[in-house]
């Protein structure tokens, strides 16, 4: 059985930094693409920020310059850096990774963590 859990997150003011982490464990073959995605109240959930299984990373315009995503696969964690954060970042943010396990391959989801952007 795979987990997939994610730490980081809290209340930070404009300007500030957050680190969120999210981490696989349990029996699997391979982790292939790993990414953030940000639920914010009232919205549907969107896409912050992928990286490939080769480090390649693709980010939303909206955070372009601002936010970092970056993997250790002997960990099997993916972080996301968030700098210059802005009260319009405040959401809910989910780790997201296609994981390849006995009997499953597919689209595992962290718990989210709530990232509150305010003075």
């Known amino acids: 059985q795979v987990q997939f859990v994610e730490s980081g997150g809290g209340l930070v003011q404009p300007g500030g930094s957050l680190r969120l982490a999210c981490t696989a464990s349990g029996t699997f073959f391979n982790i292939g693409d790993m990414g953030w995605y940000r639920q914010a109240p009232g919205k549907q959930r969107e896409l912050v920020t992928i990286?490939?299984?080769?480090?390649?990373?693709h980010y939303a315009d909206f955070v372009i310059g601002r936010f970092t995503i970056s993997r250790d696969n002997a960990k099997n964690t993916v972080y996301l850096q968030m700098n210059s954060l802005e009260p319009e970042d405040t959401a809910v943010y989910y780790c997201?990774?296609?994981?390849?396990?006995?009997?499953?391959?597919?689209?595992?989801w962290g718990q989210g963590t709530q990232v509150t952007v305010s003075s």
């Open positions: 990286i490939r299984s080769n480090g390649a990373a």
């Open positions: 997201n990774a296609y994981i390849s396990s006995p009997g499953r391959s597919g689209d595992y």
